[in-house]
């Protein structure tokens, strides 16, 4: 499976107007389109900047439950966030902000996902906001965009599980293997692949970030008819 033959199946399915639009419609937390992509850019350039100035131990668990709860509007259970589990997300955020190396990339975020209860949703929160212009966020919403993004009648992109209401009913989590560690080996090479794309699509479009593309796919995604 080739990196180009991935972009090409993408760009058959949406093109660069279908992206455009959904990305001006952008919103979160019931907030208007401007609103909401500043106060995720502001975020993030703070999240970004901590990273810069050297992952300050002692405003670490501050900083990373800022994030979680603009995207999740909860702060993240004390328990889930204790020393240890802390140390292993702080190394993993270090490898995706210093490092290039996809077997290090790798490495860090499969010993990450094996926290439980902190899946890729959360992970890839934190991962985009070191750095937007090569990261997206993948969360239930960003994978039922790309739902049909198919190769030899295999799906590329894992779909993340979201809770069906009254109103929709969402498609079933990928099942990604009968262990832990499998289903963290693929999400993460699935998550390595996924911002590859991002930053292909950037390249060749008007779009300046990846997150601007994952910001699309997000609005996208809400949609049933591009599941």
């Known amino acids: 499976m080739l990196r ?3 972009y090409l199946r993408f760009v058959n399915i949406y093109s660069n107007q279908d992206l455009l639009k959904a990305y001006q419609e952008f919103t979160w937390q019931r907030k208007g389109v401007k609103e909401s992509i500043k106060i995720r850019n502001d975020l993030a350039r703070e999240f970004q900047n ?3 100035n050297g992952f300050d131990y002692s405003i670490a668990k501050n900083q990373i439950q800022k994030v979680h709860d603009w995207g999740f509007g909860r702060p ?3 328990k889930l966030l204790n020393s240890e589990n802390l140390k292993t997300i702080i190394k993993m955020l270090k490898t995706w902000y210093f490092s290039s190396a996809d077997v290090e990339l790798r490495a860090t975020l499969i010993q990450s996902l094996l926290i439980k209860g902190i899946k890729i949703a959360r992970h890839s929160k934190w991962i985009c906001f070191l750095d937007q212009s090569k990261f997206g966020i993948y969360d239930s919403r960003v994978s039922l965009a ?3 993004v198919e190769i030899d009648g295999k799906r590329i992109f894992p779909t993340v599980g979201r809770r069906t209401t009254k109103n929709k009913k969402y498609p079933q989590s990928t099942y990604l293997g009968n262990t832990t560690v499998k289903q963290a080996e693929r999400m993460s090479k699935c998550y390595i692949t996924y911002n590859k794309l991002l ?5 060749n479009s008007n779009f300046k970030k990846a997150a601007d593309i994952e910001m ?3 609005m996208l995604g809400n949609n049933k008819k591009n599941w």
């Open 4 to 6: 180009k033959d991935i």
């Open 50 to 52: 901590w990273a810069k």
């Open 76 to 78: 993240l259970s004390a």
């Open 146 to 148: 790309l739902r049909k």
């Open 199 to 203: 930053v292909d699509i950037v390249k």
């Open 216 to 218: 699309a796919l997000f």
